[in-house]
């Protein structure tokens, strides 16, 4: 992958349950990663869901290779939160990662 190509910066974001100090449970996403990426949009369309418009946007995230992301986790670009659908290992090389996600909107 050409350093180039890695023209936007996106944060990877994990969902944690702990307690605080007074035992009361904290649920919340945390950053776990913040690099440089190469974003592409792939699609994007809307539907009619129970008469209410919902758009959908799938993207295409290339980043370095990083072991511990999973579709657990979500990506944020731009201020938008996207749920990571598939976590490929390019030609299993461990050098680029290329992890497919979508963004729902509402509205």
């Given at each position: 992958?050409r350093?180039?190509?890695?023209n936007?910066v996106?944060?990877?974001e994990?969902?944690?349950?702990?307690?605080d100090?007074y035992?009361e449970?904290?649920?919340?996403?945390?950053p776990?990663?913040?690099?440089?990426a190469?974003?592409?949009?792939?699609?994007?369309?809307?539907?009619?869901?129970?008469a209410e418009?919902?758009a959908l946007?799938?993207?295409s995230?290339?980043?370095r290779y990083?072991?511990d992301?999973?579709?657990?986790?979500?990506?944020?670009?731009?201020g938008?939160?996207?749920?990571i659908i598939?976590v490929i290992?390019k030609?299993?090389?461990s050098?680029d990662?290329i992890?497919?996600?979508?963004?729902?909107?509402n509205?």
């Amino acid at each position: 992958m050409r350093a180039g190509t890695l023209n936007s910066v996106v944060v990877i974001e994990r969902y944690i349950e702990a307690d605080d100090e007074y035992g009361e449970p904290i649920k919340s996403w945390i950053p776990l990663y913040e690099m440089r990426a190469d974003v592409k949009q792939l699609s994007g369309n809307e539907k009619y869901i129970s008469a209410e418009k919902i758009a959908l946007s799938t993207h295409s995230v290339t980043l370095r290779y990083i072991d511990d992301i999973t579709t657990k986790d979500k990506l944020v670009f731009k201020g938008n939160n996207y749920d990571i659908i598939s976590v490929i290992n390019k030609n299993e090389e461990s050098r680029d990662l290329i992890i497919l996600c979508k963004e729902l909107i509402n509205g």
